[in-house]
């Protein structure tokens, strides 16, 4: 959730720095500070303010100093509370200064063993563990700078960006990546570093995406990474930075575009959250053990795209954290004579972070007992935001189309995490964690397989060019991830979809079926199959078409009125973030076919700021 941001060239750097900053204020921070390596004494200047940017902007300028080399950083708490104290740079002996982005899980143990060296600890945070250990091998084993953080970082447990300078040798700033994004900036006898290249739009656009356990020495004409001890080259990437959110640029539209980054936005929002073998509880910010500790019960509270984000985290709760959940529409929450539970967990879910009926219920849930009040939501410093205890945000980036579609996706990322949090106090062991975790490091290499289905997609979506009605089925969590289908496909298309549990059919909506009513399946290979098989027999048997979303091994074949689409098989955890795809693609190629507005539906807005 930090911000990182560095430079190094002949220039006076510090301008670029707080700019830096100020476009990663997206995220939401609570302090900010800047180390610059002053250009005559070679002294480290170091400011840190709480607050916004803006903050530490006006107190640098009271005393401002020229350095051609700096690194900064914007903070969003988890150890130790939004103090200057706790805000990043953190220095060591005022020689080494550190910027980190990331949990360190092991760093009371380090820090014991810091201070038996008389290392003397300033703040509350993990992050000062690693700046003294790297002046400890500078200066105990002269090692150079870069080989300190590699050594250094070896002794690191939990999820890492990272970039380091040291006013000793002002001609390098040595970054690493471990769980936590990280790129190089590119120019003409100056580099940078951010941990998102949004930062740096003002001064290249040329970037490297630093992988997995790559170490780099970034200097004014010269970049070298390293990973594994082994030197290795990265591919720079020329990137226009209006293309990121505010151009199509290869798409048609915003809303495919959208759903094409969806790999890289889950990635983004489970960066630094996720070790190898848990989730970084840390994540959630720092007051969020305590009242996870007190949770027995959660109750979600949210509208649209995002309630159905809820309904798919009921089964969650429900099945691995054993913990009862209610969800709820946020327009109808406060009008019931609400009876809160003890120790019940209020989470609201939005995009916008000022939905008028869900900033509604979260003041009237302040007032009503609940243990505490979070959001998830992908806009910083939003009311929702602002006016809940503790937040976690999506990193989906600006969502442009109307109809939402990456936001849903982070935001099902996210309550992966928050469930597998809560069933650790319902005895969820070690081992089905790492399970579960393993899951989520597969999650966006299965998004982009899934992506591949786009073309034959479009295929099936002709046949839906002259249809004024559609029905979509699903059992257990895959009901709403069908009715986030029907969703979709009426706000773009115009056509009427509704969603149904597969066994209400002969409750009612089987009178519907006919060769004019599309019927959309979603088949994962679970323990519901069989009967979700029986269920479309009856509508097979009435002449309706189906279209079966389905896992390769789940036993469906193509006849005269079934199209199957195979996707990708995943585990069950993911399976109803992975089959919200389709749903999406099938949306908009059908929406293109009817030559709808797809990007502005009309009667519709991004933003539902009013009851």
Aim: net charge negative; hydrophobic share 40%; charged share 25%.
């Amino acid at each position: 959730m930090c911000g990182i941001v560095g430079a190094i060239g002949q220039r006076n750097v510090s301008g670029i720095l707080i700019e830096g900053l100020k476009r990663l204020e997206y995220r939401g921070y609570d302090s900010a500070g800047l180390a610059l390596i002053t250009r005559k004494e070679k002294n480290l200047a170091c400011v840190k303010a709480v607050g916004k940017v803006k903050s530490l902007e006006d107190k640098f300028n009271e005393k401002p100093v020229d350095g051609p080399i700096g690194i900064a950083h914007t903070r969003w708490a988890t150890h130790g509370k939004p103090t200057q104290d706790n805000a990043h740079p953190h220095l060591s002996h005022d020689r080494i200064a550190l910027i980190h982005n990331g949990i360190i899980e092991n760093y009371l143990t380090l820090k014991q063993e810091l201070i038996k060296k008389n290392y003397e600890f300033k703040t509350e945070t993990d992050t000062e563990v690693i700046v003294h250990l790297i002046h400890m091998f500078v200066t105990e084993e002269e090692m150079s700078l870069f080989d300190a953080v590699n050594r250094s970082i070896k002794l690191l447990d939990g999820a890492y960006g990272l970039a380091v300078i040291d006013k000793e040798d002002p001609k390098r700033i040595i970054v690493a990546r471990s769980g936590s994004p990280l790129i190089i900036g590119v120019g003409i006898g100056e580099n940078f570093i951010a941990s998102d290249p949004a930062a740096l739009g003002q001064v290249t656009d040329r970037f490297i995406y630093l992988e997995e356990g790559d170490v780099a020495e970034i200097k004014a004409n010269k970049i070298k990474i390293v990973n594994g001890g082994t030197k290795v080259n990265r591919t720079v990437v020329r990137l226009s930075q209006d293309m990121e959110d505010s151009v199509k640029g290869q798409y048609r539209h915003f809303m495919l575009k959208e759903i094409f980054e969806q790999p890289d936005v889950v990635r983004n929002t489970l960066s630094g959250k996720l070790s190898k073998t848990h989730v970084l509880e840390e994540a959630f910010g720092i007051n969020a053990r305590e009242i996870f500790d007190k949770t027995q019960r959660v109750q979600i509270v949210a509208c649209g795209t995002s309630y159905h984000a809820g309904m798919i985290a009921k089964f969650w709760f429900e099945n691995i954290a054993r913990m009862p959940c209610s969800v709820d529409i946020a327009s109808e929450y406060r009008y019931r004579n609400m009876l809160v539970p003890d120790n019940c967990l209020f989470v609201t879910i939005s995009q916008s972070g000022e939905t008028a009926d869900t900033l509604a219920a979260l003041r009237f849930a302040k007032e009503s007992g609940y243990v505490g009040c979070m959001t998830i939501c992908n806009v910083a410093n939003s009311s929702i935001q602002r006016e809940s205890d503790f937040s976690i945000m999506t990193l989906a980036g600006r969502e442009i189309g109307v109809a939402s579609t990456k936001a849903f996706t982070t935001q099902l990322s996210i309550l992966t995490l928050l469930c597998i949090v809560l069933a650790r106090r319902n005895g969820l062991s070690e081992e089905n964690e790492k399970e579960l975790v393993e899951d989520l490091h597969q999650l966006p290499h299965i998004l982009e397989q899934t992506l591949l289905l786009s073309e034959q997609i479009r295929g099936i979506s002709l046949d839906f060019a002259d249809k004024r009605h559609s029905l979509f089925l699903g059992r257990g969590v895959q009901y709403p991830v069908a009715k986030e289908g029907a969703l979709k496909l009426k706000e773009i298309s115009y056509i009427h979809a509704e969603a149904y549990p597969a066994g209400e059919l002969k409750h009612g909506p089987l009178a519907l079926v006919d060769d004019q009513m599309p019927v959309i399946a979603v088949a994962p290979n679970d323990e519901l199959l069989e009967k979700l098989k029986s269920n479309l027999q009856e509508v097979s048997a009435r002449g309706g078409q189906l279209y079966v979303f389905a896992d390769a091994e789940a036993g469906f074949h193509n006849d005269d009125n079934i199209t199957v689409i195979n996707v990708p098989h995943c585990s069950e955890f993911l399976d109803p973030i992975i089959y919200t795809i389709p749903l999406q693609l099938l949306s908009y190629h059908v929406a293109v076919i009817k030559g709808t507005d797809i990007d502005q539906p009309r009667n519709l807005a991004k933003s539902v700021t009013v009851e």
